[in-house]
Nanobody, 121 residues
Framework: VQLQACGGGLVQAGGSARRSCAASMRTFSTSGMAWFRQAPGKEREFVASISRHGGSTYYADSVRGRFTISRDNAKSTVYLQMNNLKPDDTAVYYC???????????????WGQGTEVTVSS
């Protein structure tokens, strides 16, 4: 059972990027999924979460209106579309799984390995 995140690299400010995270577990369609991020020297923070059927989404204030979380249960994959990127979005991004839909990191019991996003000004 694991989460495999893909994507990563350098993006200019104002640009866009998309991250995907593929899950190898049978419970994907019954799991809440989320993205967190950790910037250098800072604690890990919540970015976005999505309910098991995708009907409900939640965002951190800092990304609302710029980022979109989505999922494809047929592919067991969750996505994070990031638009209008800012240098403050530079971080390692982690996907995570929880048995419920939540914004609290302590509720997530399975984490991906993280992918870097670097936004240049």
């Amino acid at each position: 059972v694991q989460l495999q995140a893909c994507g990563g690299g350098l993006v200019q400010a104002g640009g866009s990027a998309r991250r995907s995270c593929a899950a190898s577990m049978r419970t994907f369609s019954t799991s809440g999924m989320a993205w967190f991020r950790q910037a250098p020297g800072k604690e890990r923070e919540f970015v976005a979460s999505i309910s098991r059927h995708g009907g409900s989404t939640y965002y951190a204030d800092s990304v609302r209106g710029r980022f979109t979380i989505s999922r494809d249960n047929a592919k067991s994959t969750v996505y994070l579309q990031m638009n209008n990127l800012k240098p403050d979005d530079t971080a390692v991004y982690y996907c995570a799984r929880a048995p419920i839909t939540t914004t609290r990191s302590r509720d997530y019991d399975l984490w991906g390995q993280g992918t870097e996003v670097t936004v240049s000004s």
